[in-house]
């Protein structure tokens, strides 16, 4: 009985000796001459300019689950590619709904702005709030039509 637990037992007890002979050897070979350069932070050779902020942005992990939910969905596809002729239409079926939880997912993450990177949206204001005197005339500044002789003021050729 015990002889088929043996194998087992004999990995654990090589996996331990490894562990505490690989701590031993680091702690026993490793350089002891500490500096600020050496316990920094190696970044590609680059030097950090500023702090890294405490926080991830929400878009980070939203592209994040967008590559889990479809390594997951690629998982699960290649089983069935494999076993497509024998499933039949049950399979047909369960791949359909397994397709529509993974398509909802990506359309819930792009919903909440995961693909979007850039400048932040303005709050849209109330109709009222706009002066109906701002125009693209009035609020564009035209730069560099002097030298086309054009005017300034009214945007006609001169």
Not at 57 to 67: N, Q, S, T, Y
Not at 132 to 144: L, W, Y
Request: charged share 15%; aromatic share 14%; proline share 6%.
């Amino acid at each position: 009985m015990l002889g088929q637990y043996l194998p087992l037992l004999a990995l654990l007890v090589l996996a331990a000796l490894f562990a505490a002979g690989s701590f031993a050897a680091s702690g026993l070979l490793a350089p002891r001459d500490p500096s600020l350069a050496k316990r920094a932070a190696y970044e590609c050779g680059i030097i950090p300019s500023r702090e890294t902020p405490e926080r991830f942005p929400v878009r980070f992990f939203l592209v994040a689950m967008i590559f889990i939910v479809f390594d997951i969905e690629i998982i699960f596809f290649y089983p069935y590619a494999i076993a497509y002729g024998g499933l039949g239409v049950f399979g047909l079926v369960v791949i359909m709904v397994f397709t529509f939880a993974v398509f909802e997912s990506f359309v819930y993450l792009i919903g909440n702005g995961a693909l979007e990177w850039g400048p932040l949206k303005q709050v849209a204001r109330p109709s009222g709030a706009v002066s109906p005197d701002r125009t693209a005339e009035t609020t564009i500044c035209r730069v560099g039509l002097e030298d086309r002789g054009i005017s300034v003021d009214d945007g006609q050729a001169a």
